[in-house]
């Protein structure tokens, strides 16, 4: 069974920090390509990060330079480190995961078959 479990969400002030996790079993993560994604309330989902197979990186304008990507193949773990935030950045964020196909972008969602439940996160001014 495929499953995807994020951790490490909480409640930040701005400037702070915080690092996303997410554990994959029954998929290597490894052999396909990842991403994060986050959804505020009354938005639509919003892609953060993309990690392909061999170690490319995509971010979205509004995330790049203050997070990063990245994953730990031995754990088959997902990561994404979140600093400076700021309020905008409050959102359940989730992970999820394809076999690096991407028709309208690595940062779509319709180009992802599997997801985590999420893991809330917000960030006070």
């Known amino acids: 069974q495929i499953q995807f479990v994020e951790s490490g969400g909480g409640s930040v002030q701005a400037g702070g920090s915080l690092r996303l996790s997410c554990v994959a079993s029954?998929?290597?993560?490894?052999?396909?390509?990842m991403a994060w994604f986050r959804q505020a309330p009354g938005k639509e989902r919003e892609g953060v990060a993309s990690l392909e197979r061999v170690g490319t990186t995509t971010y979205s304008d509004s995330v790049k330079g203050r997070f990063t990507i990245s994953r730990d193949n031995t754990k088959n773990t997902l990561y994404l480190q979140m600093n400076t935030l700021k309020p905008e950045d409050t959102a359940m964020y989730y992970c999820a995961a394809n076999g690096c196909w991407f028709p309208r972008g690595r940062l779509d969602s319709s180009s992802y078959n599997y997801w985590g439940q999420g893991t809330p996160v917000t960030v006070s001014s």
């Open positions: 029954g998929y290597d993560i490894s052999k396909n390509c």
